[in-house]
């Protein structure tokens, strides 16, 4: 039978990035009381950090100050910045999450009132003089924790060895802080070549993927250089351009104004070198049948893609998230099950479990937050009943079996008066991983015990005496010869029985045999075939 499980509606949802955010609204829209946990001292993540997005034009400013106003206004929202986690125990609908909240501190080299009004912008949060310890008692978890940007090795194109090589987040705070002329070292820029894919797609190196949304981030800003500077010249050095969706039309109106494209491949990178004072960027462009290019730009910008953030290890160690070779959070199934995680209760959304743009994070986000809306808001939640039995009478508690649980189901409890293991219902998968290693036999999976496997065994190892057919007769025909009244159903008697005449109609038969209507035309369209 399956197994009832009280849950609290409460919920904790850890990143205060565009999808934390979005999906604790959502969540607290339904009545849903909401945690929301942000590692920094302000909330927005990424976004803030965007002076304009596609398609709108908005700042990610605008748009995560709008955001927060809107989170404001809920009063079943709490928000924690400076927050970081320490301990997570329970399971779904109790789990049970040690916080730590931080003080808020000004940098020695930021100006003091500038960072003073931006703290009290976020007036919401919960404000901290001391360091304070926390224990949060929720009934399930959203993981919307972000990424960080990929970090050029030195020497990589030219990165940190050659002056004016930057990457494209820093080229961004660079015209934030450029709002007429863009400037760099004292120097007037007149053109800047884009290497794509730096970190991306390595073949032999670890982030083997692609992060979907460089090129279009790269030339949205590159239509933004032309529109802010206007007489900005740029190249774009790429393996592939992949805009698809309606990024498209970045990439043709782009093309348009006259930015240059050269396609090379991973085997033949481009080459930045310092000719002099100058800066040459070295490419064979494959669209023009490997024709060497020599590129004198004024600034070399390496489009750098996603990576999972420094502390992912950290958070899928404490809620025992599974990690993929990219290192990035891995979900049950990416079509089937998008956004849950083996362990019951936690979700995941956003770029923490893979590279998206902004609407898909949104949306991923959100489709963990409406998981955990439905899980709540009934008060209970059944799950499957496919779990360990630990016996009792014979287990001696040895430990082994907590020691290869993943899931940490498994705890010494006390049965009248003796040590033995318990099985957390809640959080017990029914991998069955503990199952062999008792030495004493006293674990067993549900529907999976030795004597139902014993038993399949044996009826397969039973000798079946299989007479061969007669030739010329056909499978139908035997069973019509053979088939006699007693191998049929007692309903197909009791239908017969209430044929008196030899023309009856379903309802005169159905009233003879004291069945339904219904119930006799199932049955005599099958009659009929045998």
């Not at 929202?77 to 789990?95: E, H, P, Y």
Request: proline share 4%.
């Amino acid at each position: 039978e399956p197994i009832n499980i009280a849950v609290k509606n409460i919920a904790l949802v850890i990143g205060a990035g565009i999808s934390g955010m979005k999906a604790a609204i959502d969540m607290a829209k339904s009545g849903t009381e909401v945690f929301l946990l942000e590692k920094e001292y302000l909330v927005g993540g990424r976004i803030a950090q965007k002076e304009s997005l596609f398609p709108t034009q908005q700042s990610g400013k605008q748009i995560i100050t709008a955001l927060y106003q809107e989170l404001k206004r809920y009063p079943n929202i709490t928000l924690f910045t400076g927050a970081t986690i320490d301990k997570v125990s329970g399971s779904l609908g109790n789990f049970t999450i040690d916080v730590t909240v931080k003080p808020r501190d000004i940098s020695p080299i930021a100006d003091p009132q500038t960072a003073q009004n931006l703290f009290n912008q976020y007036d919401r949060a919960e404000k901290v003089d001391q360091p304070q310890t926390m224990a949060l008692v929720v009934g399930s978890v959203l993981v919307t924790t972000g990424y960080n940007h990929y970090q050029p090795k030195e020497g990589e194109f030219g990165y940190q060895t050659i002056d004016n090589v930057i990457t494209l987040p820093e080229l961004d705070t660079l015209m934030a802080n450029n709002p007429k002329q863009l400037m760099y070292n004292g120097k007037k820029i007149n053109s800047i070549a884009f290497i794509y894919c730096v970190g991306s797609r390595q073949t032999k190196g670890d982030n083997k993927y692609c992060s979907r949304q460089c090129c279009s981030s790269t030339i949205h800003t590159s239509l933004q250089l032309k529109e802010k500077y206007k007489d900005i010249q740029t190249y774009h050095l790429y393996r592939d351009i992949r805009t698809y969706g309606k990024q498209e039309l970045l990439y043709a109106q782009s093309s348009k104004q006259g930015d240059l494209y050269f396609k090379y491949e991973e085997k033949e990178p481009p080459v930045v070198e310092l000719e002099g004072k100058t800066t040459v960027v070295k490419v064979k462009d494959y669209l023009t049948a490997k024709k060497s290019m020599e590129i004198d730009a004024d600034l070399v910008v390496l489009v750098t893609g996603m990576v999972p953030r420094e502390d992912a290890s950290h958070i899928a160690e404490l809620f025992k998230i599974p990690t993929g070779n990219d290192k990035f959070f891995n979900e049950i199934h990416p079509k089937l099950k998008p956004v849950e995680t083996v362990i019951k209760g936690v979700y995941i959304g956003g770029t923490c479990q893979g590279p998206k743009n902004i609407s898909e994070s949104v949306q991923s986000s959100m489709s963990g937050a409406s998981k955990i809306i439905a899980l709540l808001k009934s008060g209970t939640v059944s799950v499957d009943p496919i779990i360990a039995r630990v016996n009792p009478d014979v287990c001696t508690w040895c430990g082994k079996c907590a020691e290869v649980c993943d899931y940490t189901a498994i705890k010494e409890i006390e049965v009248e008066g003796k040590r033995v293991a318990g099985v957390n219902e809640a959080v017990c998968t029914g991998c069955g991983i503990c199952a062999p290693v008792c030495p004493v036999n006293a674990i067993e999976i549900a529907q999976y015990t030795d004597h139902e496997i014993e038993s399949m065994i044996d009826g397969f190892l039973v000798e079946v005496d299989i007479k061969e057919r007669e030739k010329g007769v056909t499978a139908s025909h035997e069973e019509e010869e053979t088939a006699t009244m007693k191998e049929y159903p007692q309903i197909w008697k009791q239908i017969l029985a209430g044929i008196k005449n030899e023309k009856n109609t379903i309802p005169e038969i159905a009233q003879n045999a004291q069945l339904s209507s219904d119930l006799v035309t199932y049955h005599l369209m099958t009659m009929n075939k045998y």
